[in-house]
């Protein structure tokens, strides 16, 4: 659940002044559009981060976050409240119709049309209350479209309403206007930062995941381009803050999905993208997930993670 929003084989690369290296890779496919690699090798959701410095108020923001809270993974298999446990995603064709869609922040969603199907599956179920994020890939375009709180037309009615939308080239580095949100308070795209158990069967997930914590800074870093908070304290983690579990942690006692999210933890980190329940990393439902494997990740506290200082990394 989200707080919303208070306002509208890797590749090397050497970083000038610093004996850091940055490593890449591009995104898995997903399933239903295996042609469409999730974002450029070099785009942030796909860069390491594991040998990048710690950042000077990494102990600060950690705190704040609580180094006692477990994570939780936020998705899973069956169903929770009646609906599937995760966000989940769809992959439609060039010829499904595109459908107008009736914005609650109209100034900082894409236009469109999206193609929604009218089966689309929303996150929670289509009876949920809560952020019922659908998000969906043109297969032959290679375009991401993603809505927050979608709901279908009222009877009689054919425009859907949502409260914010984004479109996305699934080959471009680009990212949002500055101050725009997009389907996710941080400005950022969702998919890219799921884990999806299709990641486990290509040798494991090769990106960042996305979290939420329950209090954010009215700020945010690279790539996000959104906050969504009043707070000013500066030990808060800002939207975009990208912490990653430590290089010295023990994981090799986890069972094999939980210790395949810890190891994208400690390569490719995780970014804070939406004000909600500390330490939840989010992923696609699957019915290949093995619940009880997941759970053992409440093992791993707060503690455990540092902050990055991603200030050297490359930008696309």
Not at 5 to 27: D, H, K
Not at 110 to 116: A, N, Q, S, T
Request: charged share 20%; with cysteine.
């Amino acid at each position: 659940m989200s707080v919303r929003r208070l306002l509208p084989p890797f590749l090397a690369v050497a970083v000038a002044g610093a004996a850091v290296l940055a490593a890449s890779a591009g995104g898995h496919p997903v399933k239903g559009a295996p042609n469409c690699p999730i974002l450029p090798a070099n785009n942030p959701w796909n860069q390491r981060v594991d040998k990048l410095p710690v950042a000077s108020d990494s102990k600060a923001i950690v705190k704040s976050i609580g180094r006692n809270t477990g994570l939780h993974p936020d998705f899973g298999s069956g169903k929770w409240d009646g609906g599937p446990i995760g966000i989940p995603y769809t992959t439609v064709s060039h010829t499904q119709p595109k459908v107008k869609v009736r914005f609650d922040y109209a100034s900082e969603s894409d236009k469109g049309p999206y193609p929604i199907p009218k089966n689309v599956p929303i996150e929670g179920g289509r009876q949920s209350s809560g952020d019922r994020h659908a998000i969906i890939v043109d297969r032959d375009a290679c375009r991401l479209y993603e809505l927050y709180a979608l709901y279908p037309p009222k009877p009689g009615k054919s425009t859907w309403r949502a409260g914010s939308g984004a479109i996305w080239s699934l080959s471009s580095d680009k990212v949002r206007p500055k101050g725009w949100t997009s389907a996710d308070a941080a400005g950022l795209p969702i998919l890219p930062g799921l884990a999806r158990y299709e990641d486990l069967t290509h040798g494991g997930i090769d990106h960042a995941l996305r979290f939420t914590v329950s209090e954010t800074r009215r700020a945010f870093v690279y790539p996000a381009r959104h906050y969504a908070s009043d707070l000013t304290d500066p030990n808060l983690p800002r939207m975009g803050e990208r912490l990653r579990l430590k290089a010295g942690y023990d994981i090799s006692q986890f069972p094999p999905q939980a210790r395949a999210v810890l190891r994208a933890l400690k390569l490719y980190g995780m970014i804070v993208a939406d004000n909600g329940s500390d330490w939840y990393i989010s992923g696609a439902p699957s019915s290949q997930w093995n619940n009880d494997d997941l759970h053992t990740l409440g093992q791993v506290k707060g503690s455990a993670f540092e902050v990055v200082d991603t200030s050297a990394l490359p930008r696309p």
